[in-house]
């Protein structure tokens, strides 16, 4: 069977292998609509804007979708062109680097490794007691689990900065045996393996086996599926700074 990992491990190596020349060729088909359905592509006028001729035009076309990044149906008067997943994905990576360079650095950004915990946070998350306050607080119902995040020498210093992020407050409560910790929610986003994700939530429980120097995230979905995560690899956590007005 092929699932999405499968497809996932494709398509990272083929958006390293994304030269300048395709990425702009990608572009263009992007922004002829390529990006929510198919478009017909003249390679005569897709030259003219890349600013070449009609022969690299076609040839750009072909490699774009021999590593993947279109899906084109040839006929009698030319082709229809669409963006595949692989292929927003890298589109969304350059658009990442973009934002990194011209918009206003607010926040704190926190980076680290996924590493696997003590497997009770799926304990802790599916608890009513919890369950019932992400829903109302957070908007959504979180993935049973926490994803484990060890942080860099620089971000557990940065993490000290957490304090001035927005934050949104789980109680603590309890059943017939015992009190249940309260616990700190960071609305965030994530970058990993050139993709985002959000929204997602650092949690600090006030109660907590774990260090300084790890930090925990749940979110809607199992991010290790989302991300195509797994131990070792990087992540960088985004987050935003609490509003003064
Ligand atoms: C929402 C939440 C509440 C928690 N409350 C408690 C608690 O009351 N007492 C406690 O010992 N640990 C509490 N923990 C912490 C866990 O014992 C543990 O430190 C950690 O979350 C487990 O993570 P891991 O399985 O991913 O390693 C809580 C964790 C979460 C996420
Ligand atoms: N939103 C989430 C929450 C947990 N997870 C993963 O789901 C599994 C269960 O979470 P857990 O907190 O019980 O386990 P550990 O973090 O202790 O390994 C772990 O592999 C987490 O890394 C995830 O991928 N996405
Ligand atoms: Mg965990």
């Given at each position: 069977m092929r699932g999405p990992p499968l497809v996932f491990g494709m398509s990272e190596s083929a958006v390293t292998s994304l030269g300048h020349?395709?990425?702009?060729?990608?572009?263009?088909?992007?922004?002829d609509g390529g990006l929510s359905g198919s478009v017909k592509v003249s390679c005569a006028s897709l030259a003219e804007r890349l600013d070449t001729s009609t022969q690299t035009?076609?040839?750009?076309?072909?490699?774009?979708?021999?590593?993947?990044?279109?899906d084109r149906e040839i006929v009698s008067d030319g082709q229809w062109v669409s963006?595949?997943?692989?292929?927003?994905?890298?589109?969304?990576?350059?658009?990442?680097?973009?934002?990194?360079l011209f918009e206003e650095q607010?926040?704190?950004?926190?980076?680290g490794t996924i590493t696997t915990g003590m497997g009770e946070g799926?304990?802790?998350?599916?608890?009513?007691?919890?369950?019932?306050?992400?829903?109302?607080?957070?908007?959504?119902?979180?993935f049973p689990g926490t994803l484990n995040v060890e942080l860099s020498e620089a971000s557990i210093r940065?993490?000290?900065?957490l304090s001035a992020q927005a934050s949104v407050p789980i109680d603590s409560w309890e059943d017939d045996e015992r009190t249940f910790g309260a616990?700190?929610?960071?609305?965030?986003?994530?970058?990993?393996?050139?993709r985002q994700y959000g929204p997602t939530h650092v949690i600090v429980p006030d109660r907590t086996h774990h260090d300084e120097e790890s930090l925990e995230l749940i979110a809607p979905e199992k991010l290790r599926d989302e991300l195509n995560l797994t131990d070792d690899d990087t992540l960088s956590i985004h987050l935003e700074e609490a509003s003064t007005e």
């Open positions: 020349d395709e990425l702009q060729a990608l572009k263009a088909v992007g922004l035009a076609s040839r750009r076309l072909q490699q774009l979708e021999s590593s993947g990044f279109l963006v595949t997943e692989t292929g927003q994905q890298a589109l969304r990576s350059e658009y990442a680097d973009y934002r990194r607010t926040g704190l950004t926190l980076t799926r304990h802790y998350i599916s608890l009513p007691g919890y369950k019932q306050q992400f829903e109302s607080r957070l908007g959504y119902t979180p940065g993490r000290a900065d616990a700190t929610c960071y609305p965030a986003r994530l970058e990993a393996n050139g």
